[in-house]
């Protein structure tokens, strides 16, 4: 869920003081997504009980892109701490067969900036309550495999700190709804594959800038994936991760079309995945290319599960 964990208005700072306002590019996706903060074994459900989870999430870059993908001009660097606890119950009952679910989290974010462009540093505090019920299961496609799979529909509830007069906040001052399926293959000889697609639909920002306009970010594809092979023991695996975001259409402002708006992003890593005594450990980081009006950079995400 960390989702992007990080990035919102960063150029709308800019965008207020240009001379064509309805011209500026904007970073304004929720900050709140999950880029990258899951990976491996993404569909496999855990027994039923609670658990937490801890993402622990550092994110740095020294690139601002625009939307051709070109580098915006000086020097801009961007860093973010981020600590997401997340709460898990899993049912024991079945629903049509399927084990039913609901999850709750919110991240804590540090942000700290140095930028040309004019960008305030600092602004921390914590974003989003994101909550979603879900529902998985599993079945054998092959006799030597096992194919697992769930599915949510995540509420991003607008109680994170925001300021209309600030180009960063953790929080995004608006709805999201993401419908999502995730899914992990495990295959024979210790292979598995797994991804997470989401589909983003944003609601109003009803005070955006300093002259509080109704801004909406264009709707999203965004995806994190994996793939995995586990090495010396099944406990523990090695291979590589990811993520990948598209915004399908541009952002609008007072119900106008904001021209070069939409985001996008690719990220590939190495990722190492732990189970010892219960307790799941995955390390991933990730380093981002073809990103257009994002920052470019490398995100680390440590997670850790844990069942009470």
């Known amino acids: 869920m960390l989702k992007k964990s990080i990035l919102i208005l960063l150029l709308v700072g800019f965008a207020f003081f240009a001379s064509n306002f309805y011209r500026a590019e904007a970073y304004n996706q929720n900050p709140n997504l999950n880029l990258g903060s899951t990976g491996s074994l993404e569909g496999v459900l855990p027994p039923p ?67 040309d462009l004019g960008f305030e540093s600092g602004r921390s505090g914590f974003g989003d309550l994101c909550v979603g019920p879900f529902l998985g299961g599993n079945f054998k496609p092959t006799e030597s495999s096992i194919f697992f799979y769930n599915a949510e529909v995540s509420f991003y509830l607008p109680i994170g700190r925001y300021d209309n007069k600030k180009a960063i906040n953790p929080g995004a001052n608006l709805y999201t709804v993401e419908p999502w399926i995730n899914f992990t293959w495990l295959l024979p000889h210790g292979f598995e594959i797994s991804s997470r697609l989401h589909y983003t639909y944003n609601a109003k ?104």
């Open 49 to 115: 009980g609670f658990y937490f989870t801890l993402y622990n999430a550092y994110y740095t870059a020294s690139s601002f892109r625009d939307g051709d993908g070109k580098k915006l001009p000086g020097s801009n660097e961007i860093d973010v701490v981020v600590l997401v606890p997340q709460f898990t119950y899993v049912s024991s009952q079945k629903i049509f067969g399927l084990t039913p679910g609901l999850q709750a989290i919110c991240a804590l974010q540090g942000l700290d900036v140095d930028s």
């Open 205 to 308: 920002n009803h005070d955006f800038g300093p002259e509080s306009f109704d801004m909406q970010p264009g709707q999203a594809f965004h995806m994190n994936y994996a793939a995995t092979k586990s090495v010396f023991n099944e406990n523990f695996r090695l291979g590589v991760c990811g993520y990948y975001l598209k915004q399908l259409n541009e952002d609008k402002i007072e119900g106008k079309h904001v021209p070069d708006s939409k985001e996008q992003v690719f990220a590939i890593g190495p990722t190492a995945v732990l189970n010892y005594k219960g307790t799941f450990f995955s390390l991933n980081t990730m380093y981002e290319t073809e990103v257009e009006n994002r920052t470019k950079g490398i995100k680390s995400v440590l997670r850790i599960i844990y069942k009470f």
